[in-house]
C-alpha cells in the first residue's frame, strides 16, 4: 500500500472542518484530522506540504461539449468579438492562419452587438474566400451562420433555413453534421486534449459529454469515449427511443452511459427557439417544438424499464409543460418510485414554475442547470428580458425553489456556452440576478460536486466529499479567507462561529478573486499540476 499525508492545508470536510491534514492510501481517504496525528498514524507516509492552501473536493461538469469546447480552445474563439465587423475581421484572420479545411468558430452573440445582425453567407465568404467551408455557431449553439460553399455541401436544408438569416432547427442540425465531418481526427483529438485538460485545470476530475445525433454524431461520441486522458467522461446521447430493447441496444452500440442530455424538447432562448406559452416579446412565433408528450413518454418508459438514466433538454415554459407530462404518465403507469430510482434528468429547466417544480421533485428528477446562463442574459437588461419582457424573465433559473422543493441540482457550464469554471458557476448561483432565486454558497458548491456526481448516477453518500472512504478527488487551490455564508447577507443559516463545525469556502463576491488551482487529482493520481 501507498499512502500520502498531506499537511499543512485547509479542508473542506463535513466530517473533519477543522482538519489540517488528510491521509489518503492507494486513491482512497483514509484519514483526516491535526497533522500530529497524523504522523503518528502513518509514519511511513509520503509527506506533501500545502503551505496553507485550501482543499476541497473536486468538481464535476455535468453537461459539457468536449469537441466543441476544444475546437474552440484551439481555433476561433468568437466570444469576444463585440460586433459583427470584429467577427468578420477573425474569419479573415482565421483564413489566412488556416489555408485549407473548414473553418469552424464557436461563441458569437449578436444580442450585445449595437446593430444585433448577424454577418450572411455572403459576408463570409468575403472576409474567407471564395469556396471555403466556414460554420459560425452562436453563443447558446442552436443557431449559426455558414459560408455558401458550405450550405451548398449540406444540401436541401429544409426547415430553419432562411436566405439571410441564422440557421436554425433542422437545417442547422445538417449544417452542423456536414461541418463536423470535415474535422479530422488529429484536429478533433487536439481539440479533445484541450478540453479535458482545460477541465482539470479547473479542479474538474469528471465531465458528462451531452452528446447526440444533431450535436457532434456518433463517430464523435465513440472517439471521445476511447480517447486517453485524466478526466473520467460519463457520455449522454440525445436520440428517442421508444421500447426497452431498443434504448439497451443504442447503449450498447455506442457504448454511451445514458440516453438524455441534450435530447431536445426545444432550442434556446436566444435563438427564439426555446418553446414557450406565449409569444415572444421581440418576435413573432412560440419557438420550436422537437419531441411532443408522447415522444418523451415513450422514452422515458423504455429507459425506466431498461433500467438506463433518460433525460431532456427543456428551456421553455411549454417544453417544461411536454416533459412534466411525460413524468406523470410514465411514474402513473410504473410507479414513482420506479422512475425515481433510474434519476433522469431535466437539462437547463430555466422556465419551470412551481406547479412543474412540485411535479418533477415527486418523481425524483434531476435538474442539471447552468447559473451562467442567468449571469450572462439575465438582469432587467439582459437578453431573457428583450427575448420574454421584463415580468417572464425574473421567473427563470429559480434555483432556490428547485432545492427547497427537493429536487437535487447538478451545476454546469454547457461549455463552450458559458465558460467551464465551476468557482464562476458557483458564484453566479449564489448572487441570481432575481432576488431570492439564488442558493447559499455551501449548497452551490454541493450543487457542483455531490449533485453533480449524484446526477451521473453515483448515490454512494460519498462522492464529491472528502471523508474516510471516499474517493480521493480532490483540487488544491490557493485560495484567500475562508467564510461561512448564507445565500444572502439577510439569512444566517449556519453559525460563523468555528466549534459549529461548519467548513468555510472562499469568498464569493462579485468582483472578489476566486481560487487559481494549484492540483487537481482523481482516485489518488495528479492529473493537474501548476
Same mark, same amino acid.
Given at each position: 500500500? =501507498?499512502?500520502? %499525508?498531506?499537511?499543512?492545508?485547509?479542508?473542506?470536510?463535513?466530517?473533519?472542518?477543522?482538519?489540517? @491534514?488528510?491521509?489518503?492510501?492507494?486513491? !482512497?481517504?483514509?484519514? %483526516?484530522?491535526?497533522?500530529?496525528?497524523?504522523?503518528?498514524?502513518?509514519?511511513?507516509?509520503?509527506?506533501?506540504?500545502?503551505?496553507?492552501?485550501?482543499?476541497?473536493?473536486?468538481?464535476?461538469?455535468?453537461?459539457?461539449?468536449?469537441?466543441?469546447?476544444?475546437?474552440?480552445?484551439?481555433?476561433?474563439?468568437?466570444?469576444? +468579438?463585440?460586433?459583427? +465587423?470584429?467577427?468578420?475581421?477573425?474569419?479573415? $484572420?482565421?483564413?489566412?492562419?488556416?489555408?485549407?479545411?473548414?473553418?469552424?468558430?464557436?461563441?458569437?452573440?449578436?444580442? *450585445?452587438?449595437?446593430?444585433?445582425?448577424?454577418?450572411?453567407?455572403?459576408?463570409?465568404?468575403? $472576409?474567407?474566400?471564395?469556396?471555403?467551408?466556414?460554420?459560425? +455557431?452562436?453563443?447558446?449553439?442552436?443557431?449559426?451562420?455558414?459560408?455558401?460553399?458550405?450550405?451548398?455541401?449540406?444540401?436541401?436544408?429544409?426547415?430553419?433555413?432562411?436566405?439571410? &438569416?441564422?440557421?436554425?432547427?433542422?437545417?442547422?442540425?445538417?449544417? /452542423?453534421?456536414?461541418?463536423?465531418?470535415?474535422?479530422?481526427?488529429?484536429? /478533433?483529438?487536439?481539440?479533445?486534449?484541450?478540453?479535458?485538460?482545460?477541465?482539470?485545470?479547473?479542479?474538474?476530475?469528471?465531465?458528462?459529454?451531452?452528446?447526440?445525433?444533431?450535436?457532434?454524431?456518433?463517430?464523435?461520441?465513440?472517439?471521445?469515449?476511447?480517447?486517453?486522458?485524466?478526466?473520467?467522461?460519463?457520455?449522454?446521447?440525445?436520440? &428517442?427511443? =421508444? =421500447?426497452?430493447?431498443?434504448? /439497451?441496444?443504442?447503449?450498447?452500440?455506442?457504448?454511451?452511459?445514458? %440516453?438524455?442530455?441534450?435530447?431536445?424538447?426545444?432550442?434556446?432562448?436566444?435563438?427564439?427557439?426555446?418553446?414557450?406559452?406565449? =409569444?415572444?416579446?421581440?418576435?413573432?412565433?412560440?419557438?420550436?417544438?422537437?419531441?411532443?408528450?408522447?415522444?418523451?413518454?415513450?422514452?422515458?418508459? @423504455?429507459?425506466?424499464?431498461?433500467?438506463?438514466?433518460? #433525460?431532456?433538454?427543456?428551456?421553455?415554459? @411549454?417544453?417544461?409543460? !411536454?416533459?412534466?407530462?411525460?413524468?406523470?404518465?410514465?411514474?402513473?403507469?410504473?410507479?414513482?418510485?420506479?422512475?425515481?430510482?433510474?434519476?433522469?434528468?431535466?437539462?437547463?429547466?430555466?422556465?419551470?414554475?412551481?406547479?412543474?417544480?412540485?411535479?418533477?421533485? $415527486?418523481?425524483?428528477?434531476?435538474?442539471?442547470?447552468?447559473?451562467?446562463?442567468?449571469?450572462?442574459?439575465? #438582469?432587467?437588461?439582459?437578453?431573457?428580458? *428583450? /427575448?420574454? #419582457?421584463?415580468?417572464?424573465?425574473?421567473?427563470?433559473?429559480?434555483?432556490?425553489?428547485?432545492? +427547497?422543493?427537493?429536487?437535487?441540482?447538478?451545476?454546469?457550464?454547457?461549455?463552450?456556452?458559458?465558460?467551464?469554471?465551476?468557482?464562476?458557476?458557483?458564484?453566479?448561483?449564489?448572487?441570481?440576478?432575481?432576488?431570492?432565486?439564488?442558493?447559499?454558497?455551501?449548497?452551490?458548491?454541493?450543487? &457542483?460536486?455531490?449533485?453533480?456526481?449524484?446526477?451521473?448516477?453515483?448515490?454512494?453518500?460519498?462522492?464529491?466529499?472528502?471523508?474516510?472512504?471516499?474517493?480521493?478527488?480532490?483540487?488544491?487551490?490557493?485560495?484567500?479567507?475562508?467564510?461561512?455564508?448564507?445565500? @444572502?447577507?439577510?439569512?444566517?443559516?449556519?453559525?460563523?462561529?468555528?466549534?459549529?463545525?461548519?467548513?468555510?469556502?472562499?469568498?464569493?463576491?462579485?468582483?472578489?478573486?476566486?481560487?487559481?488551482?494549484?492540483? *487537481?487529482?482523481?482516485?489518488?493520481?495528479?492529473?493537474?499540476?501548476?
Amino acid at each position: 500500500m =501507498s499512502t500520502q %499525508l498531506l499537511i499543512g492545508g485547509r479542508f473542506y470536510s463535513s466530517s473533519s472542518p477543522d482538519a489540517t @491534514a488528510m491521509a489518503v492510501t492507494d486513491g !482512497t481517504v483514509v484519514w %483526516l484530522g491535526a497533522e500530529a496525528p497524523g504522523r503518528a498514524m502513518h509514519p511511513g507516509a509520503e509527506i506533501v506540504d500545502l503551505d496553507g492552501a485550501f482543499v476541497a473536493p473536486a468538481f464535476v461538469d455535468p453537461h459539457v461539449h468536449v469537441t466543441a469546447l476544444g475546437l474552440q480552445l484551439t481555433g476561433l474563439d468568437l466570444s469576444g +468579438a463585440a460586433s459583427r +465587423a470584429e467577427l468578420l475581421a477573425a474569419v479573415r $484572420a482565421q483564413a489566412q492562419r488556416q489555408p485549407d479545411g473548414v473553418i469552424i468558430g464557436e461563441g458569437w452573440d449578436d444580442t *450585445t452587438w449595437a446593430d444585433g445582425r448577424p454577418p450572411t453567407a455572403a459576408e463570409l465568404d468575403d $472576409a474567407a474566400g471564395p469556396g471555403r467551408l466556414v460554420y459560425l +455557431a452562436r453563443v447558446d449553439a442552436h443557431s449559426a451562420v455558414a459560408s455558401s460553399a458550405l450550405l451548398d455541401a449540406a444540401g436541401p436544408l429544409g426547415d430553419g433555413f432562411e436566405r439571410g &438569416a441564422p440557421l436554425r432547427a433542422d437545417a442547422h442540425h445538417r449544417v /452542423r453534421t456536414v461541418a463536423f465531418a470535415e474535422l479530422g481526427r488529429a484536429q /478533433r483529438d487536439r481539440a479533445r486534449a484541450a478540453a479535458l485538460d482545460d477541465a482539470a485545470a479547473h479542479g474538474i476530475v469528471a465531465v458528462h459529454e451531452c452528446a447526440g445525433p444533431d450535436i457532434s454524431g456518433r463517430d464523435d461520441v465513440r472517439e471521445l469515449l476511447t480517447f486517453e486522458h485524466g478526466v473520467q467522461v460519463r457520455a449522454y446521447w440525445g436520440e &428517442a427511443v =421508444s =421500447s426497452a430493447d431498443e434504448a /439497451r441496444a443504442l447503449v450498447a452500440e455506442l457504448g454511451v452511459h445514458a %440516453l438524455g442530455g441534450d435530447l431536445f424538447v426545444d432550442g434556446s432562448l436566444g435563438s427564439h427557439t426555446a418553446l414557450l406559452r406565449e =409569444s415572444y416579446a421581440d418576435a413573432a412565433g412560440c419557438g420550436k417544438s422537437f419531441l411532443d408528450a408522447d415522444t418523451v413518454t415513450a422514452h422515458l418508459r @423504455a429507459c425506466t424499464e431498461a433500467g438506463i438514466q433518460a #433525460g431532456f433538454h427543456a428551456i421553455g415554459d @411549454a417544453a417544461m409543460d !411536454t416533459v412534466v407530462a411525460g413524468f406523470a404518465r410514465v411514474a402513473a403507469e410504473l410507479g414513482g418510485p420506479a422512475v425515481a430510482a433510474r434519476g433522469h434528468r431535466v437539462e437547463h429547466a430555466e422556465m419551470i414554475d412551481a406547479a412543474a417544480i412540485e411535479q418533477l421533485a $415527486a418523481v425524483g428528477a434531476i435538474a442539471s442547470v447552468q447559473p451562467g446562463f442567468d449571469a450572462a442574459w439575465g #438582469g432587467p437588461d439582459g437578453m431573457y428580458a *428583450t /427575448r420574454l #419582457g421584463a415580468e417572464r424573465a425574473v421567473g427563470l433559473n429559480p434555483f432556490a425553489a428547485m432545492a +427547497a422543493a427537493g429536487i437535487t441540482l447538478a451545476i454546469g457550464s454547457d461549455a463552450p456556452v458559458t465558460v467551464m469554471n465551476p468557482w464562476e458557476q458557483i458564484r453566479a448561483a449564489v448572487h441570481h440576478r432575481t432576488t431570492g432565486h439564488g442558493v447559499s454558497p455551501r449548497a452551490a458548491f454541493a450543487a &457542483a460536486t455531490r449533485g453533480a456526481w449524484r446526477a451521473g448516477g453515483v448515490r454512494d453518500g460519498i462522492g464529491g466529499t472528502l471523508v474516510p472512504g471516499a474517493p480521493a478527488s480532490y483540487a488544491v487551490w490557493d485560495a484567500g479567507d475562508l467564510v461561512v455564508a448564507a445565500a @444572502a447577507d439577510t439569512v444566517q443559516r449556519w453559525s460563523t462561529d468555528p466549534r459549529s463545525r461548519v467548513p468555510g469556502l472562499p469568498v464569493l463576491a462579485p468582483g472578489a478573486d476566486l481560487p487559481t488551482c494549484l492540483r *487537481t487529482v482523481h482516485n489518488g493520481t495528479t492529473i493537474y499540476s501548476a
